[in-house]
């Protein structure tokens, strides 16, 4: 990590807004953002960032680092989380592009980290749906997932490592451990990362929380794979989830019925909690936590002010323990 953790925010929370709307905001409300996480394509909206005509002009990469630069706010990373396996081609082609241009983009533009997520193939050739392999309890699901890993994960992650090594050696592709892909907890990570060395973590509590892992321990079992962070957190409700259990289908439904929440940093676990974590990230590549706002209770202009106090607070007190 370096010296000081920076504090960024992925703009998907503002997707109403301009870039120079955007800035604008988090100039005059969350002065303590320094770095933006922009979409750029998968299934990340990127209404921000016109990735075609970037790659293709260099005087509008010109004129959109000069609209950052004027706002004094820096390119922290794309992102262009997508499913590159899905078993229908044309998504996977998209994704797979999507992924190569933003890996093109940030190196044109001078960043060196792209969020992506692993990606999910279907069970078996005849299938059309990404199939989650997250478990052999019964008969169906079982060797799902190694199946899916020695057919397909290996083989695309070396190709697409391979790219990064001749586009950028020094960019790392920040995967988030995130269920629904084949990349989730920390054994599969580790799987992951023997495949190439450009192959690196976003960290992002919030989906530890609700899987009922311990984001400490995995911070410092991993910690000298991780590129980057995501600032969420996660709220539970109590009565919802002793009825329904941390695995419901309903999602995205009225969140008040739902067991679990994602929140603003604070709102579900406390200032001890986070700043423990960012300690834990010391051993780490990771330069930036990015706020990714995705509570349904409160707007993203109040959200994220607020996450950016509380994460500068962490970070403070972190540093300060290990002086």
Known sequence: MSETLKIGVVLEAFLNLSLEE????????????????????????????????????????????????????????????????HPEKEIAKEHDTALRNAIRLATELG?????????????????????????????????????????????????????????????????ELHPGTTVYNVETFEKFIQIGSSLSANLDPSHFFWMQMDGHAVTKKISSRIGHVHGKDTSFNKEKLGLNGLLDHRWPKDPKEMPWNFSVPGNGHDLSWWTEFIRSLSGSKAEVISIEHEDPFVPAKEGVPAAAKFLKQAIELAEGARV
């Open 22 to 85: 955007t800035l604008d905001f988090l100039v005059k409300s969350a002065p303590e953002v320094s770095h933006i996480e922009v979409g750029a394509g998968g299934y990340a909206p990127h209404p921000h960032c016109d990735v075609e005509n970037l790659l293709n002009d260099a005087g509008a990469r010109k004129k959109w680092l000069a609209t950052l630069s004027g706002y004094n706010i820096k390119l922290d990373a794309f992102n262009a989380w997508g499913n590159p396996l």
């Open 111 to 175: 960043a060196n980290r792209v969020v992506a997520m692993s990606g999910c193939p279907a069970a078996d050739q005849t299938s059309i749906t990404p199939h989650f392999g997250a478990g052999g309890w019964l008969p169906y699901l079982e060797g799902v997932h190694e199946k899916q890993w020695n057919e397909k994960m290996i083989e695309y992650w070396s190709n697409i490592d391979s790219f990064i090594k001749k586009t950028n050696p020094e960019l790392l592709v920040c995967i």
